[in-house]
């Protein structure tokens, strides 16, 4: 039994081999035949069209995975302009470092602009409108600086004007008194250098009331007129000095010998004036009579000839 199945199975191989082989050569035998059949049903184009299919399939997936790339990169691209945001929005800089930034920020655009061909510039209405107002603001700027050059040259010229006015000086003769050997009072000129001013005799008198210098007084040169007299106005009418002076002039502790004394040096130094003959006194504004205890007549006015010794 075993040796005639092993027998069958030889024999089953055998007729397999055959039949293929046979097969083999019938179409081996018809290939032409066989070749014009799928021709005539186009049985070429199929697989042909299921290899273009599939070739654009596979172009469709590449597409796909492109685009994928793009979208992962301008996801990148948002992500670092948005850090770039924050970091603008950080505190500021100080202004140092924002200078240099600045600096190497217009460095590139600077070679940019150098490596392009130079263009003709163009003219533009903007700059021709612009222009006229630049020139306005510049010479208003110019003519505010010339004012304010002509008023401080003007104010210069003031200043230089009260300067000299200040140094220029004049004479003037003032009476002092000396005491002689004999202990009488005799009535001495002295020439002062005053500031040169519109109101010489008014110069003269207080200068007068000031008493003398120390130079004056250390060569004997005495003022019987009282310390704290003040000159109030002075006023000439018609040869006439009308001196108003306080009331401390009319207290004087030496006598009437210091009284005649100190009335003498005001009517003497007033009348070196050529405009001034005489001089009546005033007490605060009021005219009076005497002056002192021993009553030296002052109702009138007084002039050189009035003191006669």
Same mark, same amino acid.
């Given at each position: ?75 990148? %691209? /948002? #992500?670092?302009?948005?850090? &770039?945001? *924050?970091? =603008?929005?950080?505190? !500021? @800089?100080?202004? $140092? ?51 304010? %050059? /002509? #008023?401080?040259?003007?104010? &210069?010229? *003031?200043? =230089?004007?009260?300067? !000299? @006015?200040?140094? $220029? ?60 007299? *003040? ?5 000439? @009418? ?72």
């Amino acid at each position: 039994m075993v040796i005639m199945g092993k027998k069958n199975t030889s024999l089953g191989c055998f007729f397999w081999l055959a039949f293929i082989l046979l097969v083999a050569l019938l179409f081996f035998i018809n290939k032409d035949n066989i070749a014009r059949v799928f021709e005539k049903t186009n049985a070429v184009s199929i697989f042909q069209k299921k290899e273009s299919q599939e070739e654009k399939q596979n172009e469709v997936d590449l597409e796909g995975i492109q685009n994928e790339i793009e979208k992962i990169r301008a996801a990148e %691209k /948002d #992500e670092e302009n948005s850090s &770039e945001e *924050k970091t =603008e929005a950080a505190p !500021e @800089k100080p202004a $140092e470092q924002v200078q240099k930034t600045v600096k190497k920020n217009s460095e590139p655009e600077k070679t940019k602009t150098e490596d392009k061909p130079k263009e003709e510039k163009k003219p533009s209405t903007q700059k021709s409108n612009e222009k006229p107002a630049k020139t306005e603001t510049q010479t208003g700027k110019k003519n505010s600086e010339t004012k304010n %050059k /002509d #008023e401080s040259k003007k104010e &210069e010229a *003031k200043l =230089e004007q009260k300067k !000299e @006015k200040i140094s $220029e000086k004049r004479s003037a003769k003032i009476y002092l008194v000396k005491i002689d050997s004999d202990g009488k009072l005799v009535r001495k000129p002295v020439m002062r250098q005053l500031v040169k001013t519109d109101s010489p005799l008014t110069d003269a008198i207080n200068s007068l009331l000031q008493g003398p210098t120390t130079e004056e007084a250390k060569q004997g040169f005495r003022s019987f007129i009282p310390p704290d007299t *003040k000159l109030l106005s002075i006023e000439v @009418k018609n040869g006439v000095a009308e001196v108003n002076i306080s009331e401390d002039f009319q207290f004087n502790q030496y006598g009437i010998e210091a009284y005649q004394a100190q009335l003498e040096q005001i009517v003497f130094t007033a009348c070196e004036f050529s405009t001034v003959s005489s001089v009546q006194f005033l007490i605060n504004g009021k005219k009076k009579e005497y002056l002192g205890a021993e009553g030296i007549w002052i109702g009138s006015p007084l002039s050189v000839n009035s003191f006669v010794r």
